[in-house]
């Protein structure tokens, strides 16, 4: 406005001076005015939480530390009813500042916006979930956690909708869906189906971890033949293509991370694409 205001004063006063001066009078010099393009608010910026090693972050502000090795979520200090809380006070408090502004509208409105979660391979699951159920609070439901080390790939995840008083209860699981659950421990990977656990070698229903670790690491290859295989033998429909994972609290998101992609399958023969996120208990 002001740039725009001086443009005008110097305007008014050439006109000015050309009506009173004599026609072979010096020309009157002239001042080029730069007028700046606005900027797009500061506080537009694209909107992410992230897990690292030191925090939770929100916004690029730090909003909770982590102890070292937070196996057990964020400290007490951060939750309203002890440390077994799942609910973290300042993220959600956060979250809600910037739903109330509008600044989170703009970034989950429409209806395939998703809200980012950068989280380090390194990352306790126990973390993630509490970030997962707190984000939830705030009435967010769909999420693409990325691994905040190497670029790329997602995971995509939405949360259950939660019922409001007086809704309908949902209805039962249908007895032809497999129901697969994927566990991942410090074992492995173990499945558990409608039809009952999987035994180890998924070589039918018994008991074991389905696909034991080799040199502690994830095998990818063997989870995802074995979703494979489950999917053959029951006959699974392409419709059912859902499943639930649930890792022990010191699970590292890396191993997360392999599991899902594992089962996902690949854009010719696509597999479990949508994943929710369970507790053990």
Excluded: W
Excluded at 25 to 31: D, F, H, L, V
Excluded at 170 to 185: E, F, H, Q, R
């Amino acid at each position: 406005m002001r740039s725009a205001n001086i443009a005008a004063g110097i305007a008014l006063a050439a006109a000015s001076c050309q009506s009173r001066e004599p026609r072979d009078a010096r020309a009157i010099p002239t001042t080029d005015v730069v007028v700046e393009r606005p900027r797009a608010p500061e506080n537009d910026a694209p909107l992410f939480i992230a897990i690292t090693k030191e925090g939770i972050e929100f916004d690029a502000k730090r909003v909770v530390e982590l102890e070292p090795n937070p196996t057990d979520g964020a400290g007490p200090v951060y939750k309203r009813n002890g440390p077994d809380d799942l609910y973290v006070v300042p993220l959600h408090g956060a979250l809600l500042a910037a739903q109330q502004s509008g600044r989170l509208a703009r970034h989950t409105s429409d209806a395939q916006a998703r809200l980012e979660i950068r989280v380090h391979p390194d990352t306790p699951y126990r973390v993630l979930f509490e970030v997962l159920y707190t984000a939830g609070q705030t009435e967010l439901s769909r999420f693409d956690l990325r691994d905040s080390v190497s670029t790329g790939d997602t995971i995509a995840t939405e949360l259950p909708a939660v019922p409001g008083p007086g809704a309908t209860p949902a209805p039962a699981t249908d007895p032809a869906t497999l129901d697969l659950t994927a566990i991942v421990t410090l074992e492995g990977v173990a499945f558990k189906t409608s039809h009952g656990n999987i035994a180890a070698g998924c070589g039918g229903i018994g008991a074991g971890v389905t696909v034991p670790r080799f040199d502690y690491e994830i095998e990818s290859q063997k989870v995802g033949d074995c979703a494979r295989r489950l999917r053959a033998r029951y006959k699974v429909a392409a419709t059912d293509n859902t499943f639930v994972l649930v890792a022990n609290k010191d699970t590292p998101f890396r191993d997360v991370f392999r599991a899902v992609r594992a089962m996902r399958g690949s854009k010719e023969a696509p597999m479990f694409t949508q994943v929710r996120f369970g507790v053990a208990r």
